[in-house]
């Protein structure tokens, strides 16, 4: 843990030498699928240096259950940047999670370090959330030509966040002008935003039917889409936070279970890793172009992405984790085990210990009475 805690305080020393305050992404991940993760890892990113800054994991009998590690894990990454190195905060990026919208508002409102403290949504949380609606929407009798605009409403949330530079009026007025578009009206009783900006449009190339009012220009319309909308970041996004959390994947895959020490352990690596590599630059073709590949995310439903090829990662953290440990061996091997014994103390109690343990011979008896084949008849 000593390498990752040196890179740590290295990256909040570089944080602290810019001017301004921390711009921060932050997002949770479950070290399972499902809603009954032991644990909870919150991972934050600070995106002017594109470094991690803060890990936490939580065990969600810390926190009562596994819905609960993510909100934890905010406060937690806050008291240590905040309260313990007095680092001021002015962006901070995340998906649409409620209860964190609550606490940014009500308590970090109020915290002397984050006064001028603006909270973001993530744009392609929005444009993934609002196409699973329309999902659900093109499913429901007599709504299915509404899927045949997805794509079309999905580009529409990158576009507004592109180009309103996170003025919330026009964000409003770019927004619901789509409920008008989609119903093939191009004008809009708006000063912010009289008409759209495409050309006009021709019948024989369209290869989609224009909307009546109903559900699809209801959810357009939604007044809390639109006040989420009004949050989007115009700037930075969160994509390099999940590029991260895909990394802890290769460290920490989800279809194994790990102990608490080892579980922050393998969360520890992969940030070296990131923290390491987040500086590539792009790849060179063998014909001296930019090199590009083509990739098909699952989010794009068939549809492709170009994605810049990087140079070759490199992993001399590794090397420098072994240095350090021999050091440390070599200077005193208790101190060595000392050290591993307090984060040792630091893992909560596990999650059986709250319960309460029957005699093992008296359950035993129980399950062979229960499960008695000569009780059951073919």
Partial sequence: MGCWKQEQNSVIQKVKDLPGGMCLAGDGRSDSPGHSAKYGGYSTLE????????????QSNEVG??????????????????DQHQLTVAEFITDRHRQIQKYVREVLGNHHLAVDLKHFFDVWHIAKGLGKQIDAISKKSG????????????????????????????????WTSLANHVQNIHEHDDDAYPKCDHAPLVEEDRNKE??????????ILSKSLIKDMQKV???FQTSNLEAFHSLVIAYAPKHTHF??????????????HFNENSDRVQAISQNGAPSYTI??????QGGFSVRKNKTPSTYNFGVTILQRLLQEYQRSPQ??????????????PTLASGMDRPDKVEAVAQHQTRYNVKKFKN
């Fill in 47 to 58: 995106q002017r240096v594109n470094k991690v800054i803060d890990l936490q994991v939580v």
């Fill in 65 to 82: 259950n596994s819905n609960a590690c993510e909100m934890e894990g905010v406060r937690r990454m806050f008291g240590f940047l905040l």
């Fill in 143 to 174: 709504c299915d030509v509404a899927g045949l605009w997805r794509k079309s409403i999905v580009n529409h949330v990158y576009y507004v966040a592109a180009t309103c530079d996170g003025d919330p009026d026009l964000i409003a007025a770019m």
């Fill in 210 to 219: 224009w909307l009546r009012p109903g559900k699809l220009v209801d959810k």
């Fill in 233 to 235: 970041s115009p700037n």
């Fill in 259 to 272: 102990k608490w020490l080892c579980q922050f352990a393998r969360y520890a690596l992969a940030a070296l």
């Fill in 295 to 300: 990739v098909y995310p699952k989010y794009k």
């Fill in 335 to 348: 101190e060595l085990r000392d050290s591993i014994q307090e984060l040792r103390d630091r893992e909560p």
